[in-house]
């Protein structure tokens, strides 16, 4: 009797491990809950619209600036120089196109037999021209005023500076980024979910997210990606389809990106963009209206 009481206790405890065991690996698998998030942000890449030696840096890696901060300065001379020549050409055109307009004007006031048709026609054409000759020269005088302002590169949202590595006399090229610029109001999460949970999602769903540091943070679903790119079917070089000839029996579930909004960060906390995360979707049922219908099995 006690040999089989003792059984009895023993499979009674394997047949609680293994319906335990099964119930943890049910939640695992079926759950919307991914461990494979990524906190994102949007990135400014910096670049001055005016080529010239850099001058002046006024920030450090790392630093926090606010929107209209000064974040560096490139060479001013040739651009201020170029205003002057910029400044003298509108003289000069504003001259000639006073001279030609009273020219125009003294002809069409004098008699036709002093002044043939043909002259009058000719002043009008010259004034028209010296007319457009001087709206040419302000707009490069506006141009050269803009490239001065230029020189100094400000910044365009509240953000921290990222990855320095600019100095004082190198040479900053138009349109070519000198630094990093991260939105401090921009930061979202990646969750990155399998495809065979992506039934159990739904846009505006509630989210946990928990950096590895323990911290928890409060989202929402705000969007499901509608692709991602299949490396076993690419285009050819005639642009059809290059179908692998293999089949792995085995298929691993491919993970598609689900966009979290933060909406509650707490206090002092640090977010940096990269940092990875754990993304728990609440108050699902798999019998609600989902985000992505379809059939998601291989065949």
């Keep these: 009797m006690k040999k089989f009481i003792s059984y009895l206790v023993t499979l009674c405890f394997f047949l609680a491990a293994s319906f335990l065991a099964y119930s943890l690996w049910q939640k695992y698998m079926h759950s919307p809950w991914t461990r494979d998030g990524r906190v994102r942000a949007e990135i400014i890449n910096v670049a001055p619209d005016v080529s010239g030696i850099v001058t002046e840096v006024a920030v450090k890696d790392n630093q926090e600036v606010k929107k209209g901060d000064l974040l560096m300065a490139v060479d001013a001379e040739r651009y201020a120089l170029a205003v002057k020549n910029a400044k003298a050409v509108v003289a000069n055109k504003k001259t000639l196109l006073e001279m030609y307009q009273a020219q125009a004007k003294r002809r069409q006031a004098m008699d036709k037999r002093t002044v043939s048709r043909e002259s009058k026609i000719d002043a009008d054409h010259q004034s028209s021209a010296a007319l457009a000759d001087y709206h040419s020269a302000v707009a490069k005088l506006n141009t050269a005023k803009l490239d001065l302002e230029r020189t100094k590169v400000y910044a365009k949202t509240d953000g921290y500076i990222t990855n320095l590595n600019v100095y004082v006399g190198d040479y900053a090229h138009t349109g070519q980024a000198m630094m990093a610029l991260i939105d401090k109001h921009s930061f979202w999460v990646y969750g990155y979910f399998e495809e065979t949970k992506l039934a159990l999602l739904k846009v505006n769903d509630p989210v946990d ?21 299949d490396s076993d079917n690419p285009e050819s070089r005639d642009l059809v389809a290059d179908v692998n000839p293999t089949f792995n029996w085995v298929r691993l579930e491919q993970r598609i990106p689900v966009r979290i909004a933060l909406d509650d960060v707490p206090e002092q906390t640090l977010l940096a963009a990269g940092m990875t995360c754990t993304v728990i979707v609440k108050n699902n049922k798999a019998d609600t209206e989902p985000a992505v219908t379809g059939s998601m099995s291989a065949k």
């Excluded at 997210?209 to 969007?223: A, D, K, R």
């Design 209 to 229: 997210i928990e950096l590895m540091n323990g911290v928890i943070l409060s989202g929402h679903v705000e969007s499901i990606a509608r692709g991602i790119y």
